[in-house]
C-alpha cells in the first residue's frame, strides 16, 4: 500500500504522491504545508486577492496559458537563424519546434516532406486517414481531384495549421477552429479573441419551437410526484416559519447582476457615484468580508432605504428585478413618495430592459445627468456620448 510522500505523514495515498488531506492542501494552495487560507497573491507587487495555488486569477491565468506569472514578451518571429516564420511556441516556429517530437511525412499530392507530430497519428486512424497533406490546399485539391472523404469531419486548426477530428455540426457553427486548449490559449496571447458569428442573432422560429418541446417534455417527465397536491395546515406553518427564519445576507440583497450592470456603465464612462460593494479581510475571522457602500436615506416610521446607486446631486437610479414587476411592492411605492419629499429624483429600470436594451438604459440616465446635474455633465464631457447614441442609435440628444 502506498503512503503520503510528505514526511512524517503515514495516511494512505491519494494522488500526485499525496494522502487525502494533503493532495487537498496542494490542489488549493499550491503547497501542502499550507493550512491556513491565504489573503493575497504571493508575487511581489501584487495586492490581489488570492485564487489558488498562491496566485490571484490574473497570474493564475498567465501561469496556465503561458507558463509563468510575468507577461511575456510578444515575439511573434521564430528566433531561430535564418528564420522568419510566425513564432509557435517557445519563441520558436511550428517547423523547429516540431524537429525534437515530430516524424517527417511526404505530402500524397505535392510530394513535400513535412513534420507531424507523432500524437497525431492515433488523430488520423480515429478519422480514417490514409493519406499525408502538407497544407489545407493540398487537401482539399486532392478532394476535388480524386474525391477523397474521411470517415469523420477533417478540420484544421487555425493556429498550428495540423488536421483533427470534429463533429459537423461543431465546425459549422464556429469562425476559428482549434484542435486543442493550448492553441487557443497561444492564438488569445498572440491575436487577440474574437466574436462568435452567431452573436446577437435571435433562433429562428423552428429551432426555438424545437428546444421549447423538448424543455416542455422533460418538464413533465421531471414533474415532482406532489404537483398540484395542496399543502396540508401542518405543513403551510412550517413553510411560513422556515421562511420567516431565513436570514438574507449583504451578497443576497446587494450587487446583484443588474445592479452590477448599472454600475459598469458609470464606472467605464468616470461618472461619480456612490453605490456597489468593497471586500475587506477579516483578520480575526480569516475570511473576506463585503461591505455595502450604498448611500442610505431616512424614511417615516422609524426606517430607512439604501439605494441602488447615487449620483450627486439627486439622482436616485433603482434597478427592480423580476419580484418587484411580479408582487407590485407597495414597499417601492412608500421609497418613492418618501425620496419625492427629500426632492430626489428617482429612475427605476426594469430586469429586461436592463437584460435587453443596456444602450437605452445608459441614455436614459444621461438624460438625466443633463438636466438634473448640469456641472458634471459638462465637467465629463458627455456630450459627446449622447451625439455617438445619436449617430449610432438614433436615440434623441
Known amino acids: ?51 489558488r495555488h498562491g496566485l490571484c486569477d490574473k497570474h493564475a491565468m498567465r501561469v496556465r496559458n503561458t507558463g509563468v506569472p510575468d507577461l511575456l514578451p ?17 519563441k520558436k516556429c511550428y517547423l523547429h519546434w516540431n524537429e525534437q517530437f515530430g516524424s517527417r511525412s511526404k505530402c500524397d499530392l505535392c510530394l513535400k516532406t513535412f513534420v507531424r507530430l507523432k500524437c497525431r497519428e492515433n488523430e488520423r486512424k480515429k478519422i480514417g486517414s490514409g493519406r499525408n497533406f502538407c497544407s489545407i490546399p493540398c487537401r482539399n485539391y486532392f478532394t476535388d481531384e480524386f474525391g477523397f472523404k474521411s470517415r469523420r469531419n477533417l478540420e484544421w486548426c487555425n493556429w498550428c495549421k495540423r488536421p483533427y477530428s470534429k463533429p459537423k455540426s461543431l465546425g459549422i457553427r464556429t469562425k476559428l477552429k482549434f484542435c486543442s486548449l493550448k492553441c487557443v490559449g497561444f492564438y488569445q496571447f498572440h491575436n487577440g479573441w474574437y466574436e462568435p458569428v452567431n452573436k446577437g442573432d435571435t433562433l429562428s422560429p423552428e429551432r426555438y419551437k424545437k ?24 405543513t403551510l406553518v412550517k413553510l411560513r416559519k422556515a421562511r ?82 411580479l408582487y407590485h411592492h407597495p414597499r417601492d411605492c412608500d421609497v418613492n413618495e418618501n425620496l419625492i419629499e427629500q426632492n430626489q429624483k428617482i429612475f427605476r429600470f426594469s430586469e429586461e430592459m436592463i437584460h435587453q436594451n443596456p444602450q437605452e438604459v445608459f441614455h436614459k440616465i444621461l438624460i438625466a445627468i443633463k438636466e438634473h446635474a448640469p456641472k458634471l455633465f459638462e465637467q465629463k464631457n458627455l456630450s459627446k456620448v449622447l451625439t455617438f447614441n445619436f449617430e449610432k442609435y438614433g436615440y434623441p440628444i
Open 244 to 325: 420567516g427564519d431565513r436570514i438574507y445576507t449583504v451578497k443576497n440583497m446587494v450587487n446583484t447582476s443588474i445592479e452590477r450592470k448599472i454600475l459598469s456603465m458609470l464606472a467605464v464612462n468616470q461618472i461619480p457615484f456612490i453605490g456597489g460593494i468593497e471586500e475587506i479581510w477579516n483578520a480575526d475571522k480569516q475570511k473576506w468580508q463585503i461591505k455595502p457602500k450604498q448611500k442610505k436615506f431616512e424614511m417615516k416610521e422609524a426606517r430607512s432605504h439604501k439605494v441602488d446607486a447615487f449620483i450627486e446631486p439627486n439622482i436616485v437610479l433603482e434597478a427592480d428585478g423580476w419580484a418587484h414587476e
Open 74 to 90: 510578444p515575439s511573434k518571429i521564430c528566433n531561430e537563424p535564418n528564420c522568419s516564420e510566425d513564432a509557435f511556441r517557445n
Open 211 to 234: 428546444l421549447r418541446d423538448g424543455f416542455d417534455r422533460w418538464s413533465k417527465d421531471n414533474d415532482p410526484w406532489n404537483k398540484g397536491v395542496p399543502h396540508s395546515q401542518k
Open 1 to 51: 500500500m502506498k503512503i503520503c510522500k510528505v514526511t512524517g505523514c503515514t495516511s494512505v495515498h491519494c494522488g500526485l504522491g499525496f494522502c487525502n488531506m494533503h493532495y487537498l492542501r496542494f490542489r488549493k494552495y499550491g503547497d501542502p504545508s499550507i493550512t491556513k487560507y491565504q489573503e493575497l497573491c504571493n508575487q511581489s507587487g501584487c495586492n490581489n486577492k488570492h485564487s
